[in-house]
């Protein structure tokens, strides 16, 4: 899981247990998905909190759209590439705000800022896709197809793909995943909670040297880009699904 999508999980876990009252802390800089920000200057995270609260903000959900269809699990290391991941922002009287991450640099050896940008507003729609059982089932195919594909072309990554479908077999939190602080203590649900570890382990998409770097010939490229992109795909929903568990919660 790149930081960028972990730090969004990190918002909506955090913003929902906010709205519900909870006292979530500092997030900027303190939580592992801030690690590499200067500042994150649409506010801060606490004020973006707190205004949400004076809205009378019902809760956040968490959407990601695909851009490329086929190419973005193979341009993902790219600037910009992957698709877009859309913060929801719940308001009373069926009403929706939609914010989206962008980043600035100051200069050029600056590290990165993130700014955050309301860019529209519409009625509130009901969410297809936030099954956790559903899409939690569709990672798991996605990972058994692509885990067969590896070991029959010995590409060197089966073992990654096996722990991932170990973690969701097992139903137990993986402990060792680098971003464990995606959400308050007790916000997330078990099923969230493994959904996201095992997402973390099975991400194999990035620049150079990751799994979207691989070259077959035939008939194998054709299956090598179908598992990919049935993996890329499941893993963003699923993603999206746990994250959006912080929300459904909250009644």
Same mark, same amino acid.
């Given at each position: 899981?790149? /930081?960028?999508?972990? @730090?969004?999980v990190?918002?909506?876990?955090?913003?929902?247990?906010?709205?519900?009252?909870?006292d979530?802390? $500092? #997030? *900027?800089?303190?939580?592992?998905?801030?690690?590499?920000?200067?500042?994150v200057?649409?506010?801060?995270?606490?004020k973006?909190?707190?205004?949400?609260?004076?809205?009378?903000?019902?809760?956040?959900r968490l959407?990601?759209?695909?851009?490329?269809?086929?190419?973005?699990c193979?341009?993902?290391?790219?600037?910009?590439?992957?698709g877009?991941?859309t913060?929801?922002?719940?308001?009373?009287?069926?009403?929706s /705000?939609?914010?989206?991450?962008r980043?600035?640099a100051?200069?050029? +050896?600056?590290?990165?800022? #993130?700014?955050?940008? @309301?860019?529209?507003k519409?009625?509130?729609?009901?969410?297809k896709?936030?099954?956790l059982?559903?899409? /939690?089932?569709?990672?798991?195919?996605?990972?058994?197809?692509?885990y067969?594909?590896?070991?029959?072309? +010995?590409?060197?990554?089966?073992?990654?793909?096996?722990?991932?479908?170990?973690?969701?077999?097992?139903?137990?939190?993986?402990?060792?995943?680098?971003?464990?602080?995606?959400a308050?203590a007790?916000?997330?649900?078990? @099923?969230?909670r493994?959904?996201?570890?095992? +997402?973390q382990?099975?991400?194999?998409?990035?620049?150079?040297?990751?799994?979207?770097?691989? #070259? *077959?010939?035939?008939?194998d490229?054709? $299956?090598?880009?179908?598992?990919?992109?049935?993996?890329?795909?499941?893993?963003?929903?699923?993603?999206?699904?746990?994250?959006?568990?912080?929300?459904?919660?909250?009644?």
């Amino acid at each position: 899981m790149t /930081e960028k999508i972990a @730090r969004i999980v990190a918002l909506t876990c955090y913003g929902n247990a906010f709205l519900q009252g909870t006292d979530v802390g $500092e #997030l *900027f800089p303190k939580n592992l998905t801030c690690m590499f920000y200067d500042h994150v200057p649409f506010m801060s995270v606490e004020k973006w909190f707190r205004f949400l609260k004076t809205s009378n903000a019902i809760g956040i959900r968490l959407s990601w759209a695909p851009r490329n269809a086929l190419l973005d699990c193979l341009t993902v290391g790219l600037f910009g590439s992957g698709g877009p991941w859309t913060l929801e922002v719940l308001l009373p009287k069926n009403r929706s /705000e939609f914010w989206i991450a962008r980043h600035v640099a100051k200069n050029w +050896c600056a590290r990165d800022n #993130l700014a955050y940008c @309301r860019i529209s507003k519409r009625a509130t729609k009901k969410s297809k896709l936030d099954d956790l059982q559903i899409n /939690e089932a569709r990672l798991r195919q996605a990972l058994r197809e692509i885990y067969s594909f590896s070991t029959r072309c +010995c590409c060197g990554w089966s073992q990654v793909f096996e722990d991932a479908l170990d973690i969701l077999d097992s139903g137990k939190n993986n402990l060792n995943v680098y971003y464990a602080d995606l959400a308050p203590a007790g916000q997330l649900s078990d @099923r969230a909670r493994t959904l996201l570890d095992a +997402c973390q382990r099975a991400w194999v998409f990035g620049g150079m040297g990751s799994w979207n770097d691989l #070259l *077959f010939d035939g008939d194998d490229e054709i $299956e090598y880009r179908r598992v990919s992109d049935q993996l890329f795909h499941a893993l963003h929903h699923a993603i999206a699904a746990a994250a959006n568990d912080s929300y459904y919660r909250l009644g």
